[in-house]
């Protein structure tokens, strides 16, 4: 019997920590089934960061360096430059990109490292236990934010996707979500752009994906794979912002 | 040393140039006063030699750049000084965590916060406990000439390796910026093969994890008495002090780096006039020769502590000396370079009175 649907050859059988309704392990299937269809595993060096992605390393069978807090661009700098014939990926949540290490993703980005950089939006802090993420949605309460996030009192939501775009370092930026079957295969395809742009030496591949968190939503799954389309695309659109085409080497 | 040539050179630049006959071929930096000299010349060198040199947004990312790089086994470095040293704790805890080798340059200016960019020895607490958060030890070289800071560098990258650990070297602004004889010679030891731990791409083999966070009932205390155990090995076997104990000592100097170098001035100009001053100058300030110090205290010889401060070593000195015989401190906190006439005069009056030479 012809199997229809198998587990990426990159992932390990252990059973994910997630949450029921979280989109960490879609997103982690998406990752390994690039590193499989690239044949990059036996090459491939990822930077783990911290957050509700931590325990990466337990389910992709690959190398990985745990990095400190926001600071996986830096370590992922330090291991493709010195290993440039490897295959460097990051994946790194809104609190750990988008606030402790903004610095570190925007030169790495400026630098045009060439990274894959998976970067998971899920508007709060995860494994804190729910408490506003640079990408917070107005008005979305969090436990730091009882009344609801406020932008004379907390700024905006952050839109990394759209920053990043503008530097020439990047070579693919782009936004997606993975809260229904289509737009699954626009992220796979999304995260395949940013393996490709590695590979291709064109700067970072930078791919923002949308992703639900029913724990801290305090949502059943089903209302939060909603509040990504009612909520969340309207504020964060999808789409692909920066592409550089062809041959146009970094 | 078989093939070697002496040259005239700056501290900083011996350094950088000992890292590059050790084998390191990358650095991670940012711009700091009075070490810059270090990363100036990497950058000229290491792209040339199929190195690679970064100068990074910040001495966080710089640290992170020198853990993604060590973490995969390849000989690399940073360098800064005292207020960069700070930011780069959080790395220094995670590669020490996570074991992984590298080696960190700290030229000390003065503190405390922006300091002044003066010679200071503010920061051996700083370096010999850790420095960051978590139950740790950095093997810490204290260079006294610029052909330590050649030496000690080499040796840096070598115990690095054979201790899968973070070493420091901890030199100062006067070592650093002066300029002294110095002979290069190309080190013998090989690089060790990295390939049985380092992250270097699971090709035949499953993937590995150079990782700090253990999360599994009894995991942590365990991996905190591995590294314990390691630590309790470099103790013994990589403590390294200079002492020079003349037969009737009345009183030893103890001091490292710079001030070891003034007071070597002194100690020598009073034996030559007759008194029996001791040398002790740690080279390893962690680990901290405790056992050769509690020696001269047990022969009854007071002891001087001398450093770039208002008194740090002076406490690991009490604790090695525990009560055995007296232990002074000179002090010179960053503004006032003491001279040799200054420590001499610190010794002569703790000398027993009475037995003057003539």
């Known amino acids: ?250 | 040393m078989s093939e070697s040539k002496v040259t005239f050179e700056k501290g900083n630049v011996a350094l950088a140039k000992a890292a590059v006959a050790a084998g390191c071929r990358y650095y991670f930096g940012y711009p700091i006063t009075p070490q810059s000299d270090i990363p100036e010349y990497l950058s000229g060198v290491l792209p040339r030699i199929g190195g690679q040199f970064v100068q990074a947004e910040s001495e966080v990312a710089s640290i992170n750049m020198l853990l993604g790089a060590g973490a995969t086994g390849k000989r690399a470095m940073t360098s800064s000084s005292s207020p960069g040293i700070s930011l780069k704790q959080e790395g220094i805890s995670y590669m020490a965590g996570s074991e992984i080798p590298a080696v960190i340059v700290n030229v000390q200016r003065s503190g405390p916060g922006l300091g002044g960019i003066a010679p200071s020895q503010g920061d051996y607490f700083q370096a010999t406990r850790g420095g960051g958060h978590g139950d740790y030890r950095v093997i810490v070289l204290a260079p006294a000439s610029v052909q330590e800071m050649y030496d000690l560098t080499v040796l840096a990258f070598e115990l690095a390796d054979a201790y899968r650990t973070p070493v420091m070297v901890l030199a100062d602004a006067m070592i650093g910026m002066m300029k002294e004889p110095l002979e290069e010679w190309v080190p013998q030891n090989p690089e060790p093969a990295k390939d049985d731990w380092a992250a270097t791409g699971a090709a035949g083999r499953p993937g590995r994890r150079i990782k700090s966070l253990y999360l599994g009932d009894g995991e942590l205390a365990e991996h905190n008495w591995k590294l314990a155990q390691k630590y309790e090995r470099i103790r013994r076997e990589e403590t390294r002090v200079q002492i020079e104990l003349p037969e009737g000592c009345e009183l030893a100097v103890v001091a490292f780096g710079s001030a070891a170098r003034i007071a070597k001035s002194a100690v020598d100009r009073l034996n030559d006039e007759g008194r029996r001053v001791g040398y002790v100058r740690p080279i390893t300030l962690w680990p901290f020769p405790e056992e050769a110090i509690r020696r001269v205290a047990e022969q009854g010889v007071p002891l001087l502590t001398v450093e770039l401060n208002t008194g740090q070593m002076v406490e690991d000195v009490r604790l090695a000396v525990e009560g055995r015989a007296p232990v002074h401190f000179a002090g010179y906190p960053p503004g006032y370079l003491p001279s040799p006439d200054d420590i001499y005069d610190e010794i002569v009056r703790r000398l027993p009175a009475g037995k003057e030479a003539a």
């Open chain 1, 1 to 250: 019997m012809k199997p229809v649907f198998v587990r990426p050859q990159s992932l390990t059988d252990k059973p994910f920590h997630f949450c029921p309704g979280c989109h960490h392990g879609v997103i982690h299937r998406l990752v390994a089934e690039a590193i499989d269809r690239f044949g990059v595993r036996e090459r491939t060096i990822a930077a783990a960061s911290v957050g509700c992605s931590v325990f990466l390393y337990d389910y992709f069978d690959i190398d990985v360096v745990e990095s400190p807090h926001g600071r996986a661009p830096a370590v992922a700098t330090g291991i493709k430059r010195t290993n440039p014939d490897k295959f460097v990926f990051i994946y790194q949540g809104d609190g750990d990109l988008a606030a402790i290490g903004t610095a570190e993703i925007i030169h790495a980005a400026n630098r045009g490292e060439n990274l894959t950089v998976v970067f998971v939006n899920n508007t709060v802090y995860g494994m804190t236990g729910g408490q506003m993420a640079p990408t917070t949605l107005l008005g979305q309460p969090t436990t730091t934010s009882p009344y609801g996030r406020e932008f004379g009192q907390d700024g905006y939501p952050i839109k990394m996707t759209e920053m990043l775009a503008q530097l020439e370092g990047v070579g693919f930026a782009a936004r997606v979500a993975v809260d229904t079957p289509a737009r699954l295969a626009q992220a796979r395809k999304a995260v395949f752009r940013a393996f490709e742009t590695q590979l291709e030496e064109k700067g970072m591949g930078f791919v923002e994906i949308l992703s639900s968190c029913p724990t801290n939503w305090g949502m059943k799954p089903l209302e939060a794979v909603r509040r990504i389309e009612r909520e969340m695309i309207p504020y964060f659109p999808l789409g692909v912002y920066k592409e550089r085409k062809g041959s146009d080497a970094l």
